[in-house]
């Protein structure tokens, strides 16, 4: 899980379904992306910023969602 993709989500009160509804995603697309298990593509990173409410650059995903997988490799 990319545990701050899932805190933000949940400070904006949002299900994975609303989150992916939004971005023009399936939930299931979505919850592969927000648990690390695919990555998104450009197009997919911009929509979810969007819904997010945050702003999509290139680092985005590694600000916001790469804690967790560093923290499981310490693990």
Do not use: H, W
Request: glycine letters at 2%; one cysteine or more.
């Amino acid at each position: 899980m990319r545990k701050k993709m899932r805190e933000r989500r949940l400070l904006l009160k949002l299900s994975q379904q609303e989150v992916a509804e939004r971005a023009g995603l399936t939930r299931v697309n979505y919850s592969s992306i927000e648990r690390g298990r695919t990555e998104p593509n450009i197009e997919q990173m911009e929509a979810i910023a969007k819904v997010l409410k945050v702003t999509p650059n290139i680092n985005f995903f590694k600000d916001y969602c790469d804690d967790m997988e560093q923290e499981q490799k310490i693990v």
